[in-house]
């Protein structure tokens, strides 16, 4: 029988289709319901965890995308407050450095005061020490020009000077060495 077989007149146009493609209605609705049964089960099983698996997903992904944001602002704000507490400890710092300049400027006029009032001490002790020095080596001369003088007015004279008059002469030695 050919496939594209006319029809006949009388016949009706389904039933033509249906004979030509040998069409049988107990065999269509078998498979009809195998087909619904099928559908059903892989609705059941296949496509709704397939679809609730995507959307876990879908929630996962934008969960993910949400933390990155979170993270990204996280960061950007970690850096602007890491910025502000280097930007802190550099201003921190110099003043430190500053303080510590200012310090060390006070503490070095301080020192060179003391060291001044030192050395101003101890030339004032060794004028002190040099003013008694010659006091005692001019005690000391005028001694011993008495003692000389007494030596050549006793040459000079040729007699020896009693205690007396050794003493009255070194006197008068001495009184008119301290007025000259």
């Not at 195998?34 to 099983?45: E, G, H, N, P, S």
């Not at 876990?56 to 992904?61: G, T």
């Amino acid at each position: 029988m050919p496939i594209f077989a006319a029809a006949t007149e009388s016949e009706n146009p389904a039933a033509a289709i249906a004979r030509q493609f040998s069409w049988e209605p107990r065999l269509f609705i078998s498979q009809l319901v195998l087909f619904i049964i099928v559908a059903l089960v892989l609705t059941k099983f296949a496509y709704k965890p397939l679809l609730a698996m995507l959307d876990m997903r879908k929630k996962q992904i934008s969960e993910s995308l949400e933390n990155a944001e979170k993270t990204r602002q996280a960061l950007a704000s970690a850096q602007t407050k890491a910025q502000e507490i280097l930007n802190q400890a550099n201003t921190q710092g110099n003043k430190l450095i500053e303080e510590a300049r200012q310090s060390a400027a006070k503490v070095l006029e301080v020192e060179s005061q003391k060291a001044i009032a030192t050395a101003n001490d101890i030339v004032t002790k060794a004028r002190q020490a040099s003013e008694a020095e010659l006091v005692r080596m001019k005690a000391e001369l005028r001694k011993e020009v008495g003692r000389l003088v007494v030596a050549t007015a006793a040459k000079v004279t040729g007699n020896i000077l009693t205690a007396e008059q050794q003493s009255r002469l070194a006197e008068d030695t001495a009184k008119q060495l301290t007025n000259n």
